[in-house]
């Protein structure tokens, strides 16, 4: 064997570690974000069921619980579209907004110490939003409708 061989059976070696590598990694937090999911459902579920002490922060808190949920879906979709070589760049927009959106649903003055970085945090996550909604139009609402729809299929 020559020295071009054995660099070329070890970059080979190296290619199927990382593949499989990554497949393990991924196929481990598929498990865990089923986990998670699991556990909001059964916070929603235990606010449901002492709906006599229902508060406005428990309507807060069942929100958190349905668009983290959202989240942990469209990045298990993300890491499906990921392991099966699909472009992922549509979910990842799709997480950015619900995360985004999530943190202005959440946004609350009385965890700021002023209210000028309650109002820089706002203005920040609304600039965060409008450069996703962007985003989101040119990647999904700009192509033509079939290409996408192939796409989303293939995802699914």
Not at 87 to 96: H, L, Q
């Amino acid at each position: 064997m020559d020295l071009d061989e054995i660099k070329s059976n070890y970059i080979r070696f190296v290619g199927i570690f990382l593949d499989l590598f990554l497949m393990i990694l991924g196929l481990s937090l598929l498990v865990l974000l089923a986990i998670i999911m699991a556990t909001g459902i059964q916070d929603i579920f235990d606010i449901f069921t002492n709906i006599a002490d229902f508060e406005v922060v428990d309507a807060l808190n069942v929100v958190d619980s349905l668009l983290l949920g959202l989240i942990v879906l469209e990045v298990f979709r993300n890491i499906s579209a990921y392991l099966k070589g699909l472009s992922a760049v549509p979910v990842a927009i799709n997480v950015g907004l619900l995360a985004v959106t999530r943190q202005i649903v959440l946004h609350r003055p009385d965890n700021f110490g002023s209210e000028t970085s309650y109002l820089l945090v706002g203005t920040t996550y609304v600039v965060m939003l409008g450069m996703l909604l962007a985003a989101y139009y040119v990647t999904i609402v700009a192509k033509p409708r079939e290409e996408v729809q192939q796409k989303t299929e293939q995802v699914i």
